[in-house]
């Protein structure tokens, strides 16, 4: 390279940050779970991935990726296949996100069967 272009290159210190912020406080937890509307179908939904997310520490993509099958809900068991890591990894259902997935799921089947009676739709939904 170049010994005059390098010479004009300031030299830059980079200073390493001692904490990052990779955390929420429970302050700002508390303030997120409290700002969700859960009478909307969209505000269950995001209690649901909320709670996942804080109760367990998952990453946003496994969340998203989770289907109703990774969930044995006779054993209490989320089965979860990590997008990073490539590790399957088992986790405990907690009962408040269990029953924040239910209130989910079940808002989803009054609505679906609402709009179905409107629409003079018969279809068979299993959950």
Known sequence: MDK?????IPDIKYIK?????SI???GEIKR???SIDCNSALGKRA???IMLLIKYGLRS???VNLKFEDIDW?????RISQNKTKRDIKIL?????????IGCLFFVFITINYLCQIYLIDIKVVI
């Open 47 to 49: 209690y649901a991935m």
């Open 32 to 34: 997120i779970v409290s």
């Open 61 to 63: 993509g496994d969340v």
């Open 74 to 78: 006779e054993n209490k068991i989320i």
């Open 93 to 101: 259902l907690l009962p408040e996100v269990g029953n924040a997935i």
């Open 24 to 26: 929420f406080t429970s």
């Open 4 to 8: 005059e272009i390098v010479s004009c």
């Open 17 to 21: 940050n001692k904490k990052l912020p």
